[in-house]
Nanobody, 123 residues
Framework: VQLVESGGGLVQAGDSLRLSCAAS????????MGWFRQAPGKEREFVAA????????NYADSVKGRFTISRDSGKDTVYLEMNGLKSEDTAVYYC?????????????????WGQGTQVTVSS
């Protein structure tokens, strides 16, 4: 199984970015997908998750209303649309796959992880 994130970069506060996570080696439509992030000196934290059927979405309070998670089963890809970025959003963003399908908010529920993509927001 491979999860490959892309789309990170250096942006200014208020800008937008769209992260992508391409999955291979698993039946994508049977997995819930999540995004987590880890800022320097901090523990990894939940950002957003999307279950498989029905597509129930969960968000951390800190990103609710600014970030949107979506999935394209035709492309085996999950996206994280990030708007109104703030300096506190600076982190390495990871996608993860959960075979239980629920889109949990806790790391240990996830079976597979990507390598991460860096997002840096300058103020």
């Amino acid at each position: 199984v491979q999860l490959v994130e892309s789309g990170g970069g250096l942006v200014q506060a208020g800008d937008s970015l769209r992260l992508s996570c391409a999955a291979s080696g698993l039946i994508f439509s049977r997995y819930a997908m999540g995004w987590f992030r880890q800022a320097p000196g901090k523990e990894r934290e939940f950002v957003a998750a999307i279950s498989w059927i029905p597509e129930i979405k969960n968000y951390a309070d800190s990103v609710k209303g600014r970030f949107t998670i979506s999935r394209d089963s035709g492309k085996d890809t999950v996206y994280l649309e990030m708007n109104g970025l703030k300096s506190e959003d600076t982190a390495v963003y990871y996608c993860a796959a959960d075979h239980r399908g629920f889109g949990a908010k806790v790391e240990h529920q996830y079976d597979y992880w990507g390598q991460g993509t860096q997002v840096t927001v300058s103020s």
